[in-house]
């Protein structure tokens, strides 16, 4: 099917504005809902309206743009021709002759049929189709050469859209007279009412395309009452109502696309994109065309949902007939829209969440939606006893929430997810109503948690939204109670790391064989194993400079994880691509470096070779650090990965993997016990870089305001290290850092 | 007498020539079929406007798709032949986002192929081009890569419109590698429910003025005389009302003035295609004749007589019917 005003697309389409700022509607992602909600439009909307379920960015619930225009009836035309033919869809042959097969293909195949050629297009010759060759199947034949003819100018979706010639133009190459001509004459002849809507349908296009518009219109309602009312006859509609557009009668126009909209699902899109009332006088008269209610609900519906205002529409409708289905999708959708503003930013995960609070935009929505659950009369009170409740539990008022789901569970139908969505209401009101997390609330909601943990998120149920709230206040509750064991299996949160023993109490917990119940879902629910901790535990020794201890817990894991670069290296300027892409002779692993430190480190004690042994032992300890370059060192589930800037390692772990005091300590001894000047012009400049992170750590990373680079001042100071560096100008490396370091030239130079 | 009669003659023509050196203005065409109305010609004429900046296609790299596209190409008719025109190509800057390094030059002949085939149906030819686009810190090296590959390709005069951010924050956002810019000096604040004007606010343009004098590129200025209104709901925008007439709110029974720009749906209704809800706000900002001027003070005070050239934004009788006719006059007799 054609979109049928591809120039109002256009209009709008452009860079109207473009000169200039514009307004960001749309972008990509998933097409799931990546927003906050808990109501499920698929527990009471009809699926054929998916398209219309509200979707944040992009207007197309599922799939974001409609590109279905010359393919959405595909295979409803293989299926009738397969039908009608009498022959199998699954061998193929009908759908090549449709969809692949070129207009002079079928032209030949004509010919052989008439007898006019001896043989079939070579593409054809095995097809069982031609081999009982009958009355239909010639039909069949000359029907789909005519309408390959017309192809030529109605599918329009351009193939290569860099091609400034698109097919759009294409009426101009067709000859349309004889070509309108032929199809009126087969439409006129026929007998078959198979072939006869067919006709009917190609000639009513055709003439839409070729004009005049008025001859479109004409053939579509002389005919109209003699077919059925399938696809076939609403597509036909649909181009009627693109000729009255045309002809700017735009209330007619409306008119049919609401008719094409309430009786064709695949055109459900197309009538959406189509239907344009211009001024209210339009609208007034659509509305009169209409000869029930059931046909003005369709319009209202069509308002409340194109034009996003469907409170006007549910009373127009609910005032109509009170059990109108049309009124179910414009409750999920005002309920949908309506929960997004529950959703607050949350600066620590970057995204927003759900949270239950007052919000007086929602007073008009409850009471419309409360009058109705009241009086009980749609199609589905249940869902709008839901919906009801569902609004007071977002501003807080547990209580009446509890009365409208109570009422709710009276009559609802054995129908999962209608079920489901009454429970997850229901288990997060549970909650609501409550401040504590004591062990009767454990023991309610346990059954409940188990069930949203089962629940798997491809499942249609939208329940991550309500089982994270839970997680999270759940999580605080016991964090207020000091059952931090509780809080972080619920939600995990780093600040919980920082002290041992809460490690240690961790591990013991996931050991203990002897759990409650609800002590063995929290245990499933704690995001992290054993080894991750033990791991964790292992880093952290490293970093406080307790190597032994540190090899200890990590050789009980078997880790063979790589480090990407030497992490002895020692380089004026830091540099981990170039450390990482460097030929290697030894690549360390984690705790192969862990035992090198050591053996350096018992030297040191031993006196041995101490200024060598202390700056390895330095480098490796500052390369460990979110500045050197074996990050992969410190990466894991506890502390995190692919830290690009300190900024994205949490607060409780920055000091830690940015802290210069091990490689300062390194750097130091190494000073003390260098002999000639060239050690110390290393030593020296070394430490003035640990000098420097450490000035980026208090003046910059311990300030969120910086994090996209708007401090303004000094980026450098005259390190103590760039000073004493000045004593020995004389040194090779003195020269090195001249050329590589910028601040230090510049330094010098003042 | 007949030495003095010569030099008389002589300041006489380089007089005349002085009168006849009128810096020249133009217009930019926006929309995407190529048809002046009779109103647009007149205007054309009468400020001997020779040049138009015509937009031909927008490049969108869409979330759907899997490389650039164009946007509606522009239809061109046979009247085109009667100006010189410059292709205007707006790009998306998530176009620059999305698109890989090495599919760069394919988008460069792409762009360049598709100016020709726009050409050849009207049998004529371009030799500038302009690129519109809005690009940031992180698109700039992909953008001006594409601007210095179409530059090579072709071997055309290349321009681009640069922003006033983009002249304030030149160091972050860099220069174009172009022949000159355009100076869209419009389009300066936020779109929002304010009392301010989006499209033009002194007190917004001078905290960008400054930066002007100093900018490295020779620089056109392009003005607005183009108006909209903003569908407010809830204090916040919800549509553009683009090219409305305003004062056909004053006679509908279903909104009430409640400022002096600004309109209130008192029922919910259709106008214009446009559905409005109970309470919905309409919010007019249009650049009046006395703004235009203090525009133009502001570009003679700020740019050093820098200026070569004025370039109106945009050319549409719904918007030029709005000024007396010698407004183009005025400006021009207004700018250094």
Redesign the interface.
Known sequence: MKKIFSKKYIITGISSFTLGTGIILACGGDWEPEYNSSFTPEAFVDSTYRPFFYSEWLFYYGKGHDTEHDSRFNSSNINDWCTYLGIPIADGEVSHLQLSASSAAIDSASLYLSGKAKALPSTMQSFQLFKRSNKKLASFISYLSLAKKCEAFALSYPKYSWEYETKKNNTDTVNAIPLNNELLQEFTKTKDDFLKERYWFQLVRSYFFTEPHQQAIDLFENNEKVFPKNELYYRAMAYAAGAYYKLKNYSKANYYYSKVYDGCDLLKTVAHFSFHPQEEKDWKATLAMCVNNDEKATLWQMLGIFYSDEKRAIREIYSLNPRSEKLNLLLSRTINIQEQRYSTWDDGIRTNRFQIQSDSTTKELSSLVSRIAQAGNTNKPYMWQMAAGYLHMLNGNSKEAATWYALAGKKLPGEELPQQQLRLLKIINTIASTTKADSKLEKTILPELEWLKSIQPEAPLRSGTAFGWIRRTMADRYIKQKEFIKAVCFSNYPAFYVDNNNVEAMKSFLNKTNKTPYESLCAKMYTLTLNELVEYQAIDLALQDKIGEAIIKLESLFDGRQLPGNPFNGRIQDCHDCDHDAVQKIKYTRLSLLKKMKDMEDKIKAGNDVYNNAMLVANAHYNITHYGNARAFYECRVLGEYHYSPYTIDSAFRRPLTDMKQAIKYYTLALTTAKTDEQKAKCHFMLAKCERNEWYNKTMFNNSKYEYGDRQSVDFLPWNGFKSLQQYSNTQFYKEAIKECGYFRTYTQK | MKKYWWSFLLSLMLLAACRQHKRPISF?Y?K?QFSLNEYERNVLRENEAQTLYV?YF?VDF???DNEP?????IQLDTSIHNFNVIPVV?I?NRTFERLKATDLTALVR?VF??II??NQ?QRFQTHEIQF?C?WTERTRDIFFQFIQQYREMAGETVSA?IRLHQVKYKERTGVPPVDYGVL?Y??MG??NGDNNN??YERSVANRYNSYIKSYPLKLHA?LPVFS?ALKLR?GK?VE?L?KINFTQFENDS?FIRISNDRYQAKH??????F?F??KDEIKQEHIPAEDLLDITNQINEHSNGRIDKLIF??LDSTNLIQYEKDIFEKIHNNWN
């Open positions: 930019y926006w995407t937009r927008d869409k979330p759907e596209v164009p946007v509606s190409p707006f998306k792409k192929y598709l085939q726009i149906k519109d809005d419109t869209m419009y389009n936020a779109i989006s499209i392009a909209w809830n925008v553009l683009n279903n919910a209704c259709f106008k214009w295609g559905y809800k109970e934004y945009d």
